[in-house]
């Protein structure tokens, strides 16, 4: 998997909306931008994934950049349960059968924190 | 929905001692992995597997081994517990290799070796 690359942390207050950013320069034109979050003391959970197209869930929203060099993980409403890692991983396409097996390659992340 | 399954929650061992992990799944997922992640860091995959009967390496494979002898159950096993595994212990599964599907993971082991 292609790398990413993360602020180390990001503070936001409650209620408002907030921007997690992703630079992934390497990405090739199949790989999946995967988001997963995890809150303390959990596992990683996932959080929405996109190939071009900007991504809307009931979670989040994912803006991916025109040259797909960077993406953006917008939370609208940032609530005290929003506290957590979030990972931005990149995830070979179905045609690179010489890859990876479909494991998920993490990095640190963006800690997020959250104040009332 | 109980999703994926890892049983015990906490552990601590002795030095030498052995133990196994579970993990089980309900989904029919054929791909499940065990990942380990020490404090402040990301995971890292130790086996995985692809179906019953198949399972592989990934980075941090020593001084671990798997089975799978069903889809539903991936149990890691730790033969010699030394200090350098004490960490968090995630299992997860995906239904194939498809980058488009997300994988689901277990809420964890945590593991002290004292």
């Known amino acids: 998997d292609a790398k990413t690359t993360q602020p180390n942390s990001m503070e936001s207050n409650e209620e408002e909306p907030v921007h997690l950013p992703c630079n992934h320069s390497?990405?090739?034109?199949?790989?999946?931008i995967h988001w997963y979050r995890q809150l303390p003391s959990q596992g990683p959970e996932y959080v929405i994934h996109?190939?071009?197209s900007n991504v809307n869930n009931r979670m989040a929203s994912l803006a991916i950049a025109e040259d797909r060099k960077s993406s953006t993980l917008i939370l609208h409403r940032a609530t005290l349960r929003d506290a957590a890692v979030y990972y931005c991983?990149?995830?070979?396409?179905?045609?690179?059968?010489?890859?990876?097996?479909?494991?998920?390659?993490f990095g640190k992340g963006t800690k997020l924190s959250v104040k009332p | 929905n109980a999703g994926v399954t890892q049983t015990p929650k906490f552990r601590i061992l002795k030095i030498g001692q052995s133990m196994t992990l579970q993990c089980a799944q309900d989904m029919n997922h054929n791909y499940m992995y065990w990942y380990r992640q020490d404090p402040g860091m990301g995971l890292k995959l130790i086996y995985y597997s692809v179906g019953a009967g198949i399972t592989d390496k990934g980075e941090v494979p020593n001084g671990y081994n798997v089975s799978r002898s069903t889809t539903e159950d991936f149990p890691l096993r730790l033969e010699l517990a030394a200090p350098s595994q004490t960490s968090v212990y995630f299992c997860?599964?995906?239904?194939?290799?498809?980058?488009?599907?997300?994988?689901?993971f277990g809420d964890g082991t945590r593991l002290s070796i004292l």
């Open positions: 996109g190939l071009t």
């Open positions: 997860a599964t995906t239904p194939d290799r498809n980058s488009n599907q997300p994988q689901h």
């Open positions: 991983i990149l995830r070979e396409g179905p045609m690179n059968y010489g890859g990876s097996q479909g494991n998920l390659i």
């Open positions: 390497t990405i090739s034109g199949t790989d999946y």
